[in-house]
Every structure is written in C-alpha cells, then in structure tokens.
C-alpha cells in the first residue's frame, strides 16, 4: 500500500534543465523584443524588470522543488478521482431545491440583466461602448453595451465563485481531510472544475449572444480556452494558499467576501479603462494592469470582438504568467506545510 502511495517526482536534474531553458529562452524573447511606438525608457524598464522576475523565479524553484513538485504530481495521479468529485460535487449543489440547478444560473443572470438596465439604459441610453483594441491606428471599434458587459461579467462570475468554495474546500470536505490515505490537495481543485461548468454554460450563453448582435465566429474565438486555462490556474494558485489558511483563521472568508466586491470595482468590468479621462490622460492604464483579472477581461473581450492576440500585449502575458507562478509555488508550499495540521484544527 505505501509503495502504491507513494509519489513519484520527476527527476530534479531533468525537470531543472527543461525548467532554465525556458526561463532563459523567455528571457532572450523578452530583451530582443522590440515595440517602436512605445517609450523607449519604459520598454527598458519592463525589460529589466522582467529580467529580475525570472531570475528570481529561477532561485525559487531551485531552493524549494520538493516541495514545489508534490502538488501537481499528486494532482497529476488522482485525475480521475477529481474528474469523480467535481461531478458529484455540482450535482449535489441543488440537489434539496424543488428547482435544482435552475438557482444555479438565476443570480448571474438577473445579475448581468440589472447591470445591463443601469449602466446600458439609465446611465448611457443608446450609448455603444468605445473599446480600443492594442495596436489598432484606428480608435476602436463600438459594440453594444450588453455584450461589452456580458464579456466582462462572465470570467468574473467564474473568478468569484470559484475562489469562494475553492477556499472553503477544506472546510466541507473536513471529514474527507482527517482520512489517513486521502489527497486532500485535490479537494480545492474539485470545487473549481465544478464552477467551471457553470463558467462555460455561461461563456455558451457570451457566444450565442455576441452571434445574435453580428459578432460572428472568427479565428480569435480559439483564444478564449487560452484564457479560460489561463484564469483557472489563476484561480487554483490563490485557492491553495486561501484554503490552507482559513482552516486557522475563519474570518478569511469574510475578508474574501469583501475584498471580491472591492476588487470587482478596479477590475474594468463594467467600466472602459479609455473612457476614463483621469486614466486615459495621465496613462494610469498600467496600473490597473497589474490586477491579473483585468488582462482576462480584456483578453475575453478581445477574442470575441476586438480581433487581437494574446501574444501582441507580450509584456502583459509575460507579467500575468509570472504572477502566477509566483502564486502557485507560494500557495503550494503553503498548503504543504500547514497540511499536518488540518486534522487536528478541524
């Protein structure tokens, strides 16, 4: 039984070497990329500063791979068994309620509808929503308010939910938590897989009505699984950091509750970054930036409607990629070392 428990690692000199070939090759494509309208003083900013950010990751996973490795591997073994659970887990969900998983799709429905009335109708009638798209000459296109909104609200939907039961894994699932044999990293994984299918109902219901308003299917759509994996690993890395320590500290999730309203504001959701004079005129654009959910809204907005690639913000991508790791091994190691404790807390 423990040799069938056991957890193999990948070879650390092999896994390693694959590792420093792409942080160097990231690297190399980071300082000999070349964007001639933007500031050259800012371009050798970003340059050093992404520099530093790998060098330091690099650091990172040299002194901490053991335990950087135990959690995708565990993952990794178990596919089938959180494939099981996440299913079970969105079924039961609404399994008591007369009206079963119609609850499910009622909130962000009507929550999408009333930001529709107000910010569509009250606040700018018949007004269509001017969204620059990157390295267009031309100002932008216009599209219909309702859709700008829908495209916005449907990662953030995922994001909010996700984040939420993916942080109180632990907590429901306590009685799986005190069994000896049982991977307990996969219990926040089950509960985001089983908000992603809710997300993609609700990215189908996005197409359909971006199809209805003559945004037809282009070749920019097959981003929006990029950005899909993209937000999900965002999500998973700050669950396991948030999971592991509200078991000690239950008044996180209240903190979390709030700080997902507060968040949801400087995301640009219901607002356009450019329609902001105060923004678009001190060039504060970068700023909120730095909040990893506003270049997934972007890039879900982009991929339906705005015709650009990934690949053409490359500081952005660059930067959200490295937030992320940097998140996923502190939230990992986190988890790791807290683990021996959960039983004896909850």
């Not at 070879?11 to 309208?37: S, T």
């Not at 990215?203 to 009505?209: E, G, K, W």
């Not at 299917?217 to 592991?244: D, G, H, N, R």
Request: aromatic residues 18%; contains cysteine; charged residues 15%.
């Amino acid at each position: 039984m423990n040799k069938r428990m056991k957890i193999r690692k990948p070879p650390k000199k092999i896994f390693l070497g694959v590792f420093y070939v792409l942080a160097l090759a990231l690297a190399l494509i980071l300082v000999l990329h070349q964007n001639p309208y933007a500031d050259q003083l800012s371009e050798i900013r970003k340059k050093v500063s992404g520099c530093i950010l790998l060098g330091a990751l690099c650091i990172l996973v040299t002194l901490w791979y053991e335990k950087l490795t135990v959690l995708p591997v565990e993952l990794f073994q178990n596919r089938k068994l959180i494939k099981r659970l996440a299913v079970n887990d969105f079924k039961k969900r609404y399994a008591g309620s007369a009206m079963g998983i119609v609850w499910a799709f009622a909130q962000p429905v009507v929550t999408v509808a009333l930001y529709y009335v107000v910010f569509g109708w009250l606040f700018n009638p018949d007004r269509g929503v001017e969204e620059s798209v990157r390295g267009a000459v031309t100002a932008g296109v216009k599209v219909p308010q309702v859709l700008f909104l829908t495209a916005g609200l449907v990662p953030w939907f995922f994001f909010s939910e996700a984040l939420t039961n993916g942080t109180t894994s632990l907590l429901e699932y306590n009685y799986l938590v005190k069994k000896v044999l049982f991977k307990i990293s996969i219990l926040p994984i089950i509960k985001i897989i089983a908000a992603m299918f809710m997300h993609v109902f609700f990215l189908s219901v996005l197409l359909i009505m971006a199809c209805g308003l003559q945004y037809y299917p282009s070749i920019y759509w097959i981003q929006i699984p990029y950005y899909m994996a993209c937000e999900f690993i965002l999500v998973l890395s700050i669950s396991y950091f948030t999971s592991a320590i509200v078991v000690f500290f239950r008044d996180l999730l209240q903190i979390i509750n709030i700080g997902l309203q507060v968040f949801m504001w400087g995301t640009p959701i219901l607002w356009n970054m450019d329609d902001i004079p105060f923004i678009r005129d001190n060039h504060l654009q970068w700023f909120f930036k730095l909040n990893p959910m506003t270049i997934i809204v972007e890039g879900f907005r982009n991929s339906i409607y705005g015709h650009t690639w990934f690949y053409e913000d490359f500081y952005s991508s660059t930067y959200f990629w490295l937030v992320v790791l940097a998140l996923f091994c502190f939230g990992a190691v986190t988890f790791k070392r807290l683990k021996p404790h959960f039983a004896d807390v909850l």
